[in-house]
C-alpha cells in the first residue's frame, strides 16, 4: 500500500466528497446564511437606528405611537429576526470549532439554540405588543 492509498477507497472525486458539504455536513450553507443575515444587518442598520433615535425620549404612549407605524414594525421586526439567527450561527461555530467534549459540545449547541429563540420570541413579542397599543 503506497503513501496515497487509504484504508477506505471510494470511487468519488475529491471535489465530488466536498462539493456543498463539509464535515458538519452544513458548512456551505451556514456560510452562506451567515453572510446573508450580515448583509441584512447591514441594510437594516441606518433605519433602526433612525427608530431608535426617534423613541429617545418617548413614554411609552409615545413609543407605541412610533412603533404603531406598520414600516416601523416591520423593520424592527426583520432586524430581530436576522440578528438572532446571525447570532445562533456565528455562536454554534464558534462552539463547534472550540468545544472538543462531544457531550458539552451538544449541550451547548442545544443551549445556544434555545437562547436564540427566546431572545427573538421575546423582543418580537415586545415590538408586536408596543405596536399594537395594548
Known sequence: MS????PKRSMRTP????????????GT????????TGVAMTLLMIPVV??????????QAGAAQILG???????????IAASAW??????????????????LK???????????VAVALASTYAILKLSSGV
Open 50 to 59: 433612525v427608530i431608535v433615535m426617534m423613541l429617545l425620549g418617548r413614554n
Open 69 to 79: 407605524s406598520l414600516p416601523i414594525a416591520v423593520i424592527l421586526l426583520l432586524f
Open 15 to 26: 471535489l465530488g466528497r466536498v462539493r456543498n458539504l463539509g464535515a458538519a455536513h452544513s
Open 29 to 36: 450553507s451556514d456560510f452562506w446564511r451567515q453572510r446573508i
Open 86 to 103: 446571525h447570532m445562533k450561527i456565528g455562536m454554534q461555530v464558534v462552539i463547534e470549532d472550540y468545544v472538543h467534549n462531544e457531550k
Open 3 to 6: 503513501a496515497t492509498d487509504t
Open 106 to 116: 451538544l449541550i451547548a449547541i442545544m443551549l445556544n439554540n434555545f437562547f436564540s
